[in-house]
């Protein structure tokens, strides 16, 4: 199938006010029926009011200081935790925080005075409220009650959901299928109505409802500012919802706090434990250590311990210059061919050697001087050398003594020396292990003192209990009702009762199976539309009154004019006229146009060619079996005798199919249609054949190859769009490209169709 596109040859607005006044009683209805539906809407809806509010939510302090910890009072800041403000947003929006609020409101019951649709809400001016003693079922359903209002003490109490019609007092006890209630009166306050009702439903229906109009969002991604938004039909109310909404924040962030606060100093509780513990280990192994190494101060011991050894190294030198002074006397003494004097300065710490080699010295002076006045063998002289000897030997002795002693002394110098030295090279080791002691303990008291001090802070931030957000505009309602906005309600209202009815007609348009405009043609083919021909509701067969003025005769003298100025003025002219399927008019087509063309002073004949079911005969009140175009080539009738006159024109004449016959196809395919149709070019101006439905048999597409033009006639609300398909099949596969349209029965007082607009008004 080949498809065009739609040719936009209506301009939109023409369109709309075409649709508009065709259908204007659907229009109108509609109007009526929104704008009323609109009036109700807005008289009987439950008005809305905007409730407002604005919080600061600030960023938990990340201070180490306690004083800066203890004046912004969170707990984020003693533990020293990093917050993002954004997420409390979500908490904000959350269905916890919003159970809580309907929780201690009880928004899950609601009060109004009068009931159905006059009911309106009412909050702390209800005379009464009613309180759920207990519940018998998981979810409560959504009910209403009616409370009349008896007198002082009783009400009357109904339900038609569950078939309660109950007189009760105030605070007693009412057993209903869902729960048991009680109906407590409310001091000071008096009954404005004898008819109230309430609403009970289950928490989360009431969460739902709540969460459906509200909304925390920050103000702008720079800052922290929350604005709250709620939507409630009582004002009031609104306000305390949307303020314990925010105080109900406020009280959780504190509860949050004194819970990490409480957990926090129960750790450091437990921590002081453990430090403790391990700093009391820690004294008690340093103590062991000082005690088990003899020490009290180590820095002065050590002094100590090397001024000893410098004592004992000095003696030690000391004695061994002694035994070295010893040796060298001894080695001197044994010498006898020594004769010299033994100087006296010799330090030997020895009192009686002292005096030995005093004796020594003078022995030897003595000598010296007798040696003078005597000789070598001079008895005086002899006993000198005596005595020389005598005191030689006992010094010999003398230093033996004195060097054994001297020897003896120096041993006992160096070992104690040496002890001595032994315990200086300890005295580091333990220096470091007393340093690694003292350095445990100091860290110990140090943790052990800061985990005291954060336990004070924590205790001042939990007892400072204040949040770290706070309030900047407390909940305020606005003056007037926003929803519903009635002018947007009554425009919405206005142009839904233009586009129902306008959907209306165009959906029947678009789903109708049948041809309703000339758009449904063009969508499917691009044959040129020639002619439109308007709805005959006379009761006429034909048009033969040539001053008459009707939609249907103007509409045959517009095809008549384009007929001119497509086909060749100057020459006779061929035409064929065909359709689908029978009923569209291409009998009625033919008849008429021929009128038409007569009344215009041309010859014309009609050639009645649906040779299996003519009926064009019977519109002209002639036999169609009468000398025909059968007769013609069955019979060899001369073709003067088978030209018949018509009674509504001199100029216009038929030619019948004539009997009709079995091979009807045949008839056409001899030679005698072209020299028929060759012979009547020379006499008549116009040849107009009324064809079989092409889209039946194809008498029509063998007749084709004579005509000069084809004229295809489809019927307003009667040809399916699907059979344009073969209008199609004609110009593409036959290779018809003298092939033309014409809608017929075109009601121009409907839409869906360009032209002159006859039957209008124009002309009468």
């Not at 453990?274 to 103590?287: G, R």
């Not at 007569?598 to 004949?605: L, Q, Y």
């Not at 175009?629 to 018509?646: A, E, M, Q, R, W």
Request: hydrophobic content about 35%; overall charge neutral; proline content about 3%.
């Amino acid at each position: 199938m080949k498809t065009n596109p739609v040719k936009e040859s209506n301009n939109g607005l023409r369109y709309f006010l075409l649709q508009t006044k065709t259908n204007w009683y659907l229009f109108v209805i509609s109007l009526v029926l929104f704008l009323g539906l609109a009036y109700a809407y807005n008289t009987f809806a439950t008005k809305q009011y905007l409730i407002y509010s604005t919080m600061l939510l600030q960023q938990h302090p990340n201070t180490p200081e306690a004083s800066s910890q203890f004046s912004n009072g969170g707990v984020s800041s003693v533990l020293n935790v990093a917050d993002n403000i954004k997420n409390e947003g979500d908490i904000l929006r959350s269905r916890n925080l919003m159970k809580e609020v309907v929780q201690s409101m009880h928004l899950n019951l609601q009060y109004f005075t009068n009931s159905g649709l006059l009911a309106k809400e009412i909050y702390h001016e209800a005379p009464f409220y009613v309180q759920l003693v207990k519940s018998k079922v998981d979810s409560l359903k959504w009910r209403d009650y009616k409370i009349n209002i008896v007198n002082d003490t009783t009400v009357k109490i109904t339900s038609e959901d569950e078939g309660v019609d109950r007189t009760v007092s105030f605070g007693k006890s009412i057993n209903l299928p869902q729960y048991e209630i009680k109906i407590i009166r409310r001091n000071g306050i008096s009954f404005t109505s004898s008819e109230y009702s309430v609403r009970i439903f289950s928490e989360d229906d009431a969460i739902n409802i709540l969460l459906a109009g509200y909304d925390a969002s920050f103000t702008d991604k720079a800052t922290t500012n929350v604005m709250f938004t709620l939507y409630y039909p009582h004002p009031k109310k609104g306000e305390d919802i949307l303020q314990s909404i925010m105080n109900r924040y406020l009280m959780d962030n504190i509860a949050d706090k004194r819970k990490n606060i409480d957990s926090t100093i129960d750790f450091i509780n437990k921590r002081i434990a453990v430090v403790a513990t391990e700093l009391n280990e820690i004294e008690k192994n340093y103590q062991d250590f000082r005690s088990s190494n003899d020490i009290t101060d180590i820095n002065e011991q050590s002094k100590v311990l090397v001024g000893n050894a410098s004592e004992y190294a000095n003696r030690y030198q000391q004695q061994q210059i002694q035994l070295s002074i010893i040796n060298d006397l001894k080695n001197r003494l044994n010498d006898s061919s020594n004769k010299d004097v033994i100087p006296s300065s010799i330090n030997i710490q020895n009192t009686s050697f002292a005096a030995g080699l005093a004796q020594y010295n003078n022995l030897l002076n003595e000598k010296e001087k007798r040696k003078l006045s005597y000789t070598e063998d001079n008895p005086v002289v002899q006993n000198l050398n005596q005595q020389i000897q005598v005191v030689r030997h006992n010094l010999l002795q003398s230093i033996d003594s004195y060097k054994k002693e001297m020897e003896l002394s120096s041993a006992g110098l160096s070992s104690q020396n040496n002890a001595i030295s032994g315990s200086i090279k300890k005295v580091p080791g333990k220096q470091r292990a007393m340093i690694d002691y003292a350095r445990q303990q100091e860290l110990k008291q140090q943790l052990y003192v800061y985990l005291l001090q954060k336990r004070e802070e924590t205790a001042m931030a939990k007892a400072a209990d204040m949040p770290y957000s706070r309030i900047i505009d407390n909940a305020k309602s606005t003056k007037d009702p926003v929803k519903p906005i009635k002018q947007i309600i009554y425009v919405m209202s206005f142009f839904l009762g233009l586009i129902v009815p306008f959907g209306y007609v165009n959906s029947k348009h678009l789903f109708g199976s049948k041809i309703s405009s000339e758009a449904d043609i063009e969508k499917q083919t691009d044959v040129t539309i020639i002619g439109k021909i308007g709805h005959n509701s006379l009761s006429e067969k034909y048009l033969v009154d040539i001053t008459s003025r009707s939609p249907v005769t103007e509409s045959f003298r517009t095809l008549r004019t384009k007929l001119r100025n497509i086909l060749d003025p100057d020459q006779s002219n061929v035409i064929m006229i065909t359709s689908s399927v029978k009923g569209e008019g291409k009998t009625f087509m033919t008849c008429n146009l021929a009128s038409t063309l007569a009344m215009s002073g041309k010859r014309v004949v009609m050639i009645e060619m649906d040779l299996r079911k003519p009926k064009l005969s019977g519109l002209l009140d002639i036999d169609y079996a009468d000398r025909g175009f059968s007769n013609y080539v069955l019979d060899g009738l001369d073709i003067n005798s088978i030209i018949k006159p018509t009674a509504f024109s001199h100029n216009c004449f038929i030619i019948s199919s004539g009997p009709v016959v079995a091979n009807a196809s045949e008839l056409l395919l001899t030679d005698k249609l072209g020299e028929l149709i060759a012979d009547l070019r020379k006499r008549f101006d116009y040849v107009l054949i009324d064809s079989s439905p092409v889209g039946l048999v194809s008498d029509a597409l063998v007749i084709q190859k004579y005509v000069d033009m084809t004229i295809y006639v489809c019927r307003h609300n009667y040809t399916d769009k699907a059979q344009i398909d073969i209008i199609n099949n004609i110009q593409i596969n036959d290779k018809v490209d003298n092939l033309y349209l014409v809608i017929n029965d075109v009601d121009f007082s409907k839409t869906g169709y360009t032209g002159y607009g006859y039957g209008m008004g124009y002309g009468n």
